[in-house]
């Protein structure tokens, strides 16, 4: 069974601050994806990365992705009230065939006005 | 911005009865997918649908559960005697292609068993 791992689980700064949570397996995955949810909603698709060593940028979000594939960062620049949720990484398993994602218990991220 | 739509978004139902929850996908989505997620845990996978059958299950996808597309659009899951156990979001999601894309997932049912 493949884990992940996300810290930390909770998380609270003040607007304006930097952070960065972080999600970790001892297993490779073909590729990572980090979500947002909103309390009652759906996961909502952030970025995919999927080649070791990858760094994608989304605003002030950079998503990076281990050289093993086994891990991953998100890091928020000057964070927002607006970026308050629920941060999600699920990873797809290495090998053929299967692309069923497996889900971190996610970051609850509150940046406080 | 296409949209996957769950129905209904919250069901209450009595232990032992059949519950269908339903999705309609993005029209122009291929693969499908049921997880849920236990209130406090995190989400996890039930199915995978392509060509109209399942592709991969999950351990928790036992002989009550049962997915299927009836009609090209609409795509369900049934339980078919719930259990306590079974209360939870239950989200359906979709993608338009096999390997390593983003899901789109619906805003889920919330499912009462009592």
């Known amino acids: 069974t493949q884990l992940l791992e996300q810290s930390p689980q909770f998380l609270s700064i003040q607007e304006g601050e930097n952070l960065t949570v972080y999600c970790n397996s001892s297993?490779?995955?073909?590729?990572l994806q980090w979500y947002r949810q909103e309390p009652g909603e759906g996961p909502v698709l952030l970025v995919t990365?999927?080649?070791?060593?990858e760094v994608k940028k989304l605003k002030r979000l950079t998503f990076q992705f281990g050289d093993a594939r086994k891990d991953s960062s998100l890091h928020i620049t000057a964070a927002q009230p607006g970026d308050t949720g629920l941060y999600l990484c699920a990873g797809a398993p290495s090998g053929a065939g299967s692309y069923q994602l497996t889900f971190g218990k996610g970051t609850k991220l509150s940046v406080i006005p | 911005e296409p949209e996957v739509t769950q129905t209904p978004s919250h069901q209450v139902t009595q232990m032992g009865q059949e519950v269908i929850l339903r999705c309609v996908p993005i029209?122009?989505?291929?693969?499908f997918y049921w997880y849920r997620q236990i209130l406090g845990q995190k989400v996890e996978f039930l199915v995978s649908?392509?060509?109209?059958?399942?592709?991969?299950k999950s351990e928790i996808f036992d002989d009550q559960f049962s997915v299927e597309r009836p009609d090209g659009s609409n795509f369900t899951l049934k339980i078919r005697s719930t259990k306590l156990e079974d209360s939870a979001m239950y989200f359906c999601?979709?993608?338009?292609?096999?390997?390593?894309?983003?899901?789109?997932f619906g805003s889920g049912t919330r499912l009462t068993v009592v």
């Open positions: 649908f392509y060509n109209n059958e399942i592709s991969e």
């Open positions: 297993s490779v995955f073909s590729s």
């Open positions: 999601a979709s993608k338009v292609r096999t390997g390593l894309y983003g899901y789109t």
């Open positions: 029209s122009n989505h291929l693969y």
């Open positions: 990365v999927v080649t070791g060593g």
